[in-house]
């Protein structure tokens, strides 16, 4: 199964994958999480993961070498040795380079790409690797895909999703990210892609919760459940130690529950 995590800037969309993530592992999945977000630069330790993998951008020539290809098609041609990886029909975990994929067995980061230098311009070729990446990626029944996208909706004109098995959105409590939350649904929608539901985050207060949820079901949006605003998951931001799973236990379990329970009844009613 492959799930994206969407939302406006600064919602905790990084938090939530990583939250996921631990929550699918407890339950025997074998985790991969794809780092789409070119601008984030702190999921690996969420994940406790030492260091990053290289980005898969690098792999396929760079940023300038999908610049370049964007307008003479992805498919390499077969003296270029560096797309080898794009040509094959499906890309299984397994096939990935060693130094572009890192973690355990049980949980594993890739990364598109990072914007890392001035005048790089915009981040379209890393959402063509992303496309393309998650269309040939081959996940099995005891695998699962997470993909931490890039803040905001630009990702949508690219067709990432169409690859996807379902879409979620994370909510802070204030308008903006309510906003963001519908347009997500609406694009996701349109494209024939599944929208699941929201994460609400950040929860100080009963009545904050409860508000952001009228909200939402005013808006056709399946609330998936709830993570409290927690000092420990704000410590281990502050000192860059992996997401405290234990804190978040509970919470993770409702909204993995409830995401399963959409995304059945959504194939069944296909």
Not at 210 to 221: A, F, G, M
């Amino acid at each position: 199964m492959k799930i994206a995590v969407c939302g406006k800037g600064g919602c905790g969309k990084s938090t939530v994958v990583a939250v996921l993530a631990y929550e699918f592992q407890r339950r025997d999945q074998q985790v991969l999480v794809v780092d789409s977000d070119e601008s984030n630069s702190g999921l690996h330790w969420m994940l406790g993961i030492e260091n990053p993998p290289k980005p898969l951008i690098d792999f396929v020539g760079g940023k300038q070498e999908i610049q370049n290809k964007m307008f003479t098609g992805f498919t390499a041609g077969s003296g270029d040795a560096s797309l080898s990886l794009w040509r094959q029909n499906e890309i299984a975990m397994d096939d990935i380079p060693e130094a572009h994929i890192e973690g355990t067995n049980r949980s594993r980061l890739v990364v598109t790409g990072k914007i890392g230098r001035i005048f790089e311009g915009c981040a379209c070729p890393m959402g063509v690797v992303t496309r393309e990446f998650l269309k040939k990626l081959r996940i099995d029944d005891n695998e699962m895909a997470i993909v931490d996208m890039e803040a905001g909706i630009e990702h949508f004109g690219r067709g990432i999703e169409s690859s996807l098995d379902a879409v979620i959105v994370v909510v802070e409590p204030s308008l903006e990210s309510l906003s963001i939350a519908e347009k997500t649904k609406k694009l996701t929608e349109s494209g024939g892609a599944r929208f699941a539901g929201a994460v609400i985050n950040k929860i100080r207060s009963e009545a904050n919760r409860k508000r952001l949820i009228q909200e939402l079901t005013r808006r056709n949006i399946i609330e998936l459940g709830c993570l409290q605003y927690h000092e420990a998951l704000v410590a281990d931001g502050l000192y860059g130690s992996p997401v405290n799973s234990e804190v978040t236990k509970i919470e993770a379990g409702t909204i993995v529950d409830r995401l399963l329970d959409v995304i059945r009844i959504n194939a069944r009613s296909v």
